[in-house]
């Protein structure tokens, strides 16, 4: 049909002129030498490839030169998940990347041409890049967060806490408006000595990943239900994983991921 | 778009209104028990000041079921807490605010 062909050519002509003169997507920088082609698997389908210099590569889709804008949120987010996905593609094939954040592009100018901006540009940072890498190839990126049960523990510690014990005596012993006020007071140590417990138990859980891990850093916490309280949040750099359980506590692994946290790219 | 009439407005208005109830009891409560820590007053006097702080608890929460505001209440004061959470830590770790805040422009597009 007429309709067809006009659009396969408009399609074809685009394609040609963004090899051209164009822009290149940046997903990563790969711990490879190799050119290949890893498929339609780039932002609304396009070819996504890599452009190598000495032994590493820039992992790419053609693009037009300005950057992905859209209005609509759904859109958006399935952007950033299909470069996350790239990227995890990447990081399956080479072993190894340096993740660039979303919406990277990389232009010609005047007498050059996209790929040869982005080999100069590979070439120019060479040194940076390759120690980066070399920092980070064979790790990965684990999540940890550490909950616990506040009723579990505020019970453990209303248990244990001689003050605590004393004052929920003298509590009972008492008339209504009283026995509020003193109730009040229980709370506040209770709520103190929970949050001595949760220092003493982020720095142990610290101290303790901290020997099985590269790297790690603090994150925040999120707010969860109450059966489940966040102590601590980190983003760790690992060769391998290690886990211990304590009654009342759980632990949260995710990963592996490339390592987007510690590569700071500017 | 949010859809607002008589009914959901009266929600809105009443779930703020009893979550500054609540706050305001919250100080008072506070300022209550710093008394009694500090010694200043006498027995009765503790027994009197608990039982009206109690009877304001049991009110507030009397008018939270009567209205169906419970729900309301609790995300109100949810949001509060997140708007001074947010506000702390940009006075505590600016470094971080100012990352986070770089990577919602880039997704934001």
Redesign the interface.
Known sequence: MLDDNRQEVFVAEKAKAESISGGRYLYCVADSGERVDLGKIGLEGKEVYTIPFVDLCAVVHNCPSEPYRSDDNETVKRWVINHEKVMEAAWERFGTVLPLGFDTIIKGEEDISPDENIRKWLEGDYANLKERIDKIRGKAEYGVQVFWDPKFVGDEIARTNEEIKNLNQEIKSKTKGTAYMLKQKLENLLKREMEKKADLCFKDFYARIKKCVDKARVERTRKMDEKKQMLMNLSCLVDKEKSKEAEGFSVRFTGPWPPYSFVAFG | MIDIDADNLKHGVLGLVIALVEIIRDAL?IQ??KR??GGSLR?EE?????????DLDTAIEQIKEEQGVTQSVQSVREGLDNVVDEVL?TMINPE?QREKAN?KQ????
Do not use: D, T
């Open positions: 409560r209550a028990f009694m820590e027995e503790v027994e009197r000041l608990g039982e009206a702080l109690m830590n971080r990577e880039v997704v934001e597009v």
